[in-house]
């Protein structure tokens, strides 16, 4: 496996991820945005998933104009589905492309920044089933589907209030901890076995539209923009990662 400087630096081939079907969810802005456009630049058909279609769209018409693959647009909400939702979904894959090859589970939700004692129980509610229930949901329906591509890469995204406990973080650190749980346990389940590998990706302070509500007094010309932080998702989600399961990878080194 590379090491951490290496991943971070990483350059893969311009068709890296040629004949690839990726599917990222929180597609229509923020680092989602950014890996689905750097996806699709490297080749890949990309779908894009989020809830704003508005957005989708625009995302669409960056890549179409880009000369890229066309992509597709799946909105999903992720408060709201049901696990027979993502059983459509997969079936959806299924017919239109018979396999995925990727999956970066990208999107989630901030929720608030107040001590646990004072945390709202729907805010709560609402960041579980966001940030770790529909993750897990979502990853479990598309297994089959995965399965079926001779190598498939799924992402989730933590952080690194997901590593070290700090103040204040709330449910979406609580979400992130779980998250490391869910990719430690599905890795070692899958290792070995098929053609799947499971890692997550901690992208490190980027200048988004969640950073800046988490930090609303920070310059945000100081941090890394999404597009910077690409060479970690590009290695994640193509052939040279092959092999590397169950871990928790950072996209840049502060
Ligand atoms: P943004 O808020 O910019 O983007 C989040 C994306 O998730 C949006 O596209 C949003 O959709 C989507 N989303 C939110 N709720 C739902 C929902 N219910 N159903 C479907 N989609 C939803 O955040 P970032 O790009 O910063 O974050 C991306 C990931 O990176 C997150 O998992 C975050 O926790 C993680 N992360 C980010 C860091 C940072 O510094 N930025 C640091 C560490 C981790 P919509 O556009 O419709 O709002």
Redesign the pocket.
């Known amino acids: 496996m590379l090491t951490e400087q290496q991943i971070i630096q990483y350059q893969g081939s311009t068709d890296l991820l040629k004949d690839r079907i990726i599917f990222v969810?929180?597609?229509?802005?923020?680092?989602?945005?950014a890996a689905a456009c750097a996806f699709a630049q490297a080749g890949a058909t990309v779908v894009l998933?989020?809830?704003?279609v508005a957005?989708l769209e625009q995302v669409y018409d960056q890549i179409v104009a880009a000369n890229c693959t066309q992509p597709l647009i799946y909105p999903?909400?992720?408060?709201g589905a049901k696990p027979e939702d993502y059983e459509q979904l997969a079936v959806a894959l299924d017919e239109q492309f018979g396999r995925l090859d990727g999956l970066l589970l990208?999107?989630?939700?901030?929720g608030q920044r107040t001590p646990l004692s004072n945390y709202r129980q729907d805010v709560w509610d609402k960041v579980m089933q966001?940030?770790m229930t529909a993750q897990f949901q979502m990853t479990q329906a598309l297994m089959p589907v995965l399965e079926k591509s001779n190598d498939a890469s799924v992402v989730f995204?933590?952080?690194?209030v997901g590593r070290q406990g700090r103040a204040f973080w709330g449910a979406?650190a609580i979400s992130?901890f779980a998250i490391e749980g869910m990719v430690q346990t599905w890795a070692a389940e899958v290792d070995g076995v098929g053609s799947v590998r499971i890692n997550a990706i901690?992208?490190?302070?980027?200048s988004?539209?969640?950073?800046a509500q988490a930090y609303p007094a920070e310059n945000p010309d100081h941090l890394k923009t999404?597009e910077q932080i690409m060479p970690a998702y590009l290695f994640l989600l193509g052939p040279d990662s092959v092999g590397v399961n169950g871990q928790s990878i950072n996209a840049q080194i502060r």
């Open positions: 969810t929180g597609a229509g802005d923020g680092i989602g945005k998933a989020g809830r704003t957005k999903i909400d992720l408060e990208n999107a989630g939700v901030l966001i940030n995204t933590t952080s690194s979406y992130k901690n992208p490190g302070a980027t988004t539209n969640m950073r999404p």
